[in-house]
């Protein structure tokens, strides 16, 4: 069945360094693939996404990247603050099938350490 | 725009109890996707309505169920609790034709 595998589930980091989350997606026709920031307490937020054209996309200090033939994408935070602590979920998704089903990792908790 | 909603924030059911969840999206959007969150399977898909049809669901038990209202706004309904539907409950919204979901903040259900 469709499946998504995420790594590593905690990771710490001191503040400044940087921060890499792996996924892996089972379904081939996958063609969306969303990153989510869970604060504690908070709902999810999307905080970048990338779409199966495209290898690379960057946003500030937040960046992802997708290899289709691996079927593997992650997620790159670089200089690391203490509020990029939270628990950051990778989906993925077939956008143009007519829903919005999304499959989720199981997480990684991050920790910056000041 | 006022995002989504969701009620209620906290409930507490004994297990064989029912409960009905809410959830109001963004004004304007049509897709309502719920999911349920657990600290040791992460976020998993229950099902998705868009105009008041069911499009996909989840694996989950027939205990689950849910409906969309002509004006975008969901129910989900849970029959015969167990221990284990202790959960987070959330739900999403989706512009119609945009992936992007948009979160509630979901509610906590605890069965005793």
């Known amino acids: 069945g469709e499946n998504v595998e995420q790594h590593p589930s905690t990771l710490s980091v001191q503040e400044g360094d940087s921060a890499v989350i792996k996924c892996t997606y089972s379904?081939?026709?996958?063609?969306?693939f969303p990153w989510y920031k869970q604060e504690l307490g908070k709902r999810p937020q999307l905080i970048i996404d990338?779409?199966?054209?495209?290898g690379e996309k960057k946003d500030q200090r937040i960046a992802v990247t997708l290899n289709k033939t691996a079927k593997h994408f992650s997620l790159h935070i670089t200089e690391t603050q203490p509020e990029d602590s939270a628990v950051y979920f990778c989906?993925?998704?077939?956008?143009?099938?007519?829903?919005?089903?999304?499959?989720f990792g199981t997480g990684t908790r991050l920790k910056v350490l000041a | 725009k006022a995002g989504v909603t969701q009620t209620p924030r906290y409930l507490i059911k004994t297990r064989g109890q029912q409960v009905t969840l809410s959830c109001s999206p963004i004004?304007?959007?049509?897709?309502v996707s719920w999911y349920q969150q657990t600290p040791g399977q992460g976020l998993q898909f229950l099902f998705e309505?868009?105009?008041?049809?069911?499009?996909n669901k989840g694996n989950f038990p027939g205990r689950f169920s849910g409906r969309q209202f002509s004006n975008s706004r969901s129910e989900m309904n849970v029959s015969t609790l167990e221990l284990g539907d202790s959960a987070l409950y959330l739900c999403?919204?989706?512009?119609?034709?945009?992936?992007?979901?948009?979160f509630g903040p979901g509610t906590r259900l605890t069965v005793t």
């Open positions: 999403a919204s989706s512009p119609y034709r945009v992936r992007e979901q948009y």
């Open positions: 379904d081939s026709a996958s063609n969306y």
């Open positions: 990338i779409r199966s054209n495209v």
């Open positions: 989906a993925a998704s077939r956008e143009g099938s007519g829903t919005y089903k999304y499959i």
């Open positions: 004004s304007g959007h049509r897709s």
């Open positions: 309505y868009f105009s008041e049809t069911q499009r």
